[in-house]
């Protein structure tokens, strides 16, 4: 933790002097919760002690102090230094959540863009029909539940494996999977508002649903969770991961692969006498 916030407090630095020493940057949401951050965790120095309902109050108390001491300090640098306000971002998304009205042309000029509306049921639609989305709430519901007992482990006190093996079946332990969890549920909720996402959600949608259904930690996870005796589940996980994207790399190059090269077939090449004289006359 604290080489990140060492990492972070770097790069806001960096961003300072590059900038020729804007003094925006000292009131910005990152700084003012890093500082938030250091000091809420100075007075909470044993947060992992005590049950699970003291730790669950310590755990929102730490929160609370850290949005506290952020807000504060955002505000006292605010009325400190004369920074100059820009809060176009705000007033935009209250107006697009409408919570409040405005004349800017601006704002209503961007609120008309295709990009700031709801996405359409086509989005949802075309990754139904390749199979990437039934696929993707699969893989995204084990990990977030794996990651919740992970979560409710850590809460209770419970001792964590460090070295974890494929017979543990606790995807939800690994750090990049909490990581992915958490962020494809924040693009996604995003998506929902602003159409314009689905160029950044829908590749991350495809990579998270490859990484689950190629994973045998996955499949391991699940059959832990059904106390599956009758097979080998190390064995039946291991088949899993290499067949289920078999099939589904099969079927996807059935149904698609005949309508590209019907599609490359019809596409004529354009021959202008024209421009052929021109292009020769250039060379």
Not at 75 to 103: A, H, M, Q, W
Not at 137 to 149: D, G, H, N, R
Not at 195 to 205: A, E, H, N
Not at 233 to 257: K, M, N, Q
């Amino acid at each position: 933790t604290t080489d990140i916030y060492k990492v972070y407090l770097s790069s806001l630095f960096l961003a300072y002097l590059f900038q020729f020493q804007n003094p925006t940057l000292l009131s910005s949401p990152l700084l003012s919760l890093l500082i938030g951050s250091v000091l809420a965790r100075y007075f909470q120095q044993k947060m992992k002690m005590g049950p699970l309902v003291a730790r669950v109050m310590k755990l929102f108390l730490h929160f609370h102090l850290v949005f506290t001491t952020g807000i504060t300090f955002s505000y006292l640098v605010k009325k400190l230094i004369p920074v100059s306000e820009d809060d176009f971002i705000l007033k935009f998304l209250e107006v697009k959540f409408g919570l409040n009205r405005t004349t800017d042309f601006v704002t209503n000029f961007l609120l008309c863009q295709e990009s700031f509306q709801r996405p359409g049921q086509d989005l949802f639609l075309r990754l139904t029909q390749a199979s990437v989305l039934p696929f993707y709430f699969l893989v995204l519901t084990v990990c977030l539940l794996s990651t919740l007992q992970t979560i409710y482990r850590r809460l209770s006190g419970q001792p964590m494996k460090t070295n974890l093996r494929l017979e543990d079946g606790r995807v939800g332990e690994q750090p990049e999977v909490i990581y992915h969890v958490f962020h494809t549920l924040l693009f996604g909720g995003l998506t929902l508002l602003f159409d314009g996402m689905k160029y950044l959600w829908t590749p991350y949608v495809c990579m998270f649903t490859a990484f689950g259904v190629c994973s045998p930690d996955l499949w391991m996870t699940v059959f832990k969770w059904l106390k599956l005796k009758s097979i080998h589940p190390v064995v039946l996980s291991l088949i899993l991961s290499t067949a289920v994207p078999t099939i589904i790399g099969f079927s996807l190059w059935r149904e698609y692969c005949p309508r590209v090269l019907v599609e490359l077939s019809d596409l004529q090449d354009f021959y202008d006498p024209d421009t052929v004289e021109l292009i020769s006359w250039i060379g």
